[in-house]
């Protein structure tokens, strides 16, 4: 598909870059040159680790939040990439930025969900980029809306970068889930059908938000076939400036990557991929349905409380009959039976006077 040729393999990017998967780590923050240094000397150590990352600029929801080191933080990373031989790679945001990282001998740049998510940032940035010869990664924007993706990494294809990846990092949740990101894997999957050629790493540390989901959402992507994996570590997370919660120390990432199974990909077996691309995308999606059902039996607790405050019948037979017709009109709009849709309802509602009468009985 024309928009994205000429990509080059990753590890046709540098020498070192020849294993599978390919392994980017370091701390969410440069917090200070002590840090950098004990946590990249320690991830040198693991053979898979070939990248060192650093957020040197962080782009906080609210001021007076920890914002980064800056251009000092540049500074240690050099550092870093003397002393360990390990490449860098920081998130940009603005042509600033890109400016400083080369001179800074940065090895490779990523753009931020948020940056992706504005197209007049992506084009700031891909102007500032224009005849550059170094790699350049794009993070999935928050919402999941794959053209804006794809959008953000033709603009940068555009300037004439061919070294070029793509970040799945998950996509905001409007609705609390036990991952801090959605990961859909849908998105990735139909990412990578429509460009063979475009390497696809993914950030299990922000899809899991917590250290506890990390090894599985890594997991997940090696069955995908996914080309690396961008995992956060640092030598003592419980002291991080920012997101300490999904950060590993070096020794617990060494033990997730001996535990990866990495599969095979086989080019004679296109048809069976394909099928494990629909089943993929339908375990995605009933993921979802499942948070989103429990979300709503949350709900239902809440009522069940406030019906039991106030004296109030648990069936209320005139709301059900509301909550069954918009259903079944909005199911018949989508080309869904009427059946099906009045039985899916009525088994949610079922559950929903159990709950309520739980709470009843309990009080």
């Known amino acids: 598909m024309s928009g994205l040729d000429n990509i080059k393999p990753i590890h046709n990017w540098f020498k070192k870059l020849d294993s599978h998967p390919i392994v980017i780590s370091g701390p969410c923050s440069a917090e200070s040159e002590e840090q950098l240094l004990a946590t990249a000397h320690e991830l040198k150590k693991i053979e898979q680790v070939k990248i060192f990352r650093a957020g040197v600029w962080k782009p906080r929801t609210r001021p007076n939040s920890f914002e980064g080191r800056g251009e000092d933080a540049l500074q240690w990373l050099n550092r870093v990439k003397l002393e360990t031989g390990l490449l860098t790679t ?44 170094i790699p350049v990664m794009v993070k999935n924007p928050i919402n999941p809306d794959i053209n804006l993706w794809i959008g953000a990494l033709e603009r940068i294809h555009k300037a004439g970068i061919t070294k070029l990846a793509a970040i799945h990092r998950g996509f905001y949740p409007f609705e609390k889930t036990i991952l801090r990101n959605i990961p859909k894997w849908e998105i990735p999957i139909e990412l990578k059908s429509r460009f063979h050629n475009l390497p696809i790493i993914c950030d299990p540390s922000h899809i899991a938000g917590t250290r506890k989901y990390v090894k599985e959402m890594a997991q997940k992507a090696m069955d995908l076939n996914i080309d690396g994996l961008m995992i956060e570590s640092h030598f003592n997370p419980c002291e991080a400036l920012s997101d300490s919660e999904q950060q590993l120390t070096p020794a617990n990432l060494d033990e997730l990557l001996r535990g ?86 009525r088994m949610i509602h079922k559950e929903a006077i159990l709950k309520q009468n739980e709470i009843m009985n309990s009080k």
């Open 260 to 345: 990866l199974v990495c599969r095979v990909y086989n080019i004679e077996h296109d048809e069976i991929d394909q099928l494990e691309k629909y089943r993929d995308q339908i375990d995605s999606i009933d993921t979802q349905l499942i948070q989103l059902l429990s979300q709503r039996m949350n709900i239902i607790e809440e009522i069940g409380e406030y019906k039991f405050k106030n004296n109030m019948t648990i069936l209320q037979l005139k709301q059900w009959e509301k909550v069954r017709e918009r259903g079944v009109d909005l199911g018949n709009s989508l080309g869904m039976s009427e059946k099906f849709i009045t039985q899916l309802l």
């Open 90 to 133: 920081v998130e940009v945001a603005s042509p600033k930025h890109v400016e400083m990282c080369l001179r800074h001998n940065v090895d490779i740049l990523w753009i931020g969900a948020r940056t992706t998510s504005n197209p007049f940032s992506v084009q700031e940035l891909a102007s500032a980029l224009q005849g550059m010869n």
